[in-house]
């Protein structure tokens, strides 16, 4: 059984920062990239960060330059650091084990709401 769970998010004021964890369990984490998605009401699920099993990175426009994405391979866990928070930042925050390049395992979602 697979499992993913986020924490970290919560209320903060613009230019504020948060950290995100993604913990995983079971067989899924060191040869799988991982993916940080968010969802705002009435809008799609985006693509926020993903890194690879290797440790490349790679980011949405609107977050690049503020967070960073990282795993720790040991603990079975990846992070993403979010720096200069902005009200449009504020969404449902998924973490993602990819397992193929179209399908995965979701994590619950971490509420990440930025004041303005």
């Known amino acids: 059984q697979v499992q993913l769970v986020e924490s970290g998010g919560g209320l903060v004021q613009a230019g504020g920062s948060l950290r995100l964890s993604c913990a995983a369990s079971g067989s899924i984490f060191r040869n799988n990239a991982m993916d940080w998605y968010r969802q705002a009401p009435g809008k799609q699920r985006e693509l926020v960060a993903t890194i690879t099993s290797s440790g490349t990175t790679n980011y949405a426009d609107s977050v690049k330059g503020r967070f960073t994405i990282s795993r720790d391979n040991a603990k079975n866990t990846v992070y993403l650091q979010m720096n200069s928070l902005k009200p449009e930042d504020t969404a449902v925050y998924y973490c993602?084990?990819?397992?193929?390049?179209?399908?995965?395992?979701w994590g619950q979602g971490t509420q990440v709401t930025v004041s303005s």
């Open positions: 993602k084990a990819n397992v193929t390049p179209r399908w995965g395992y």
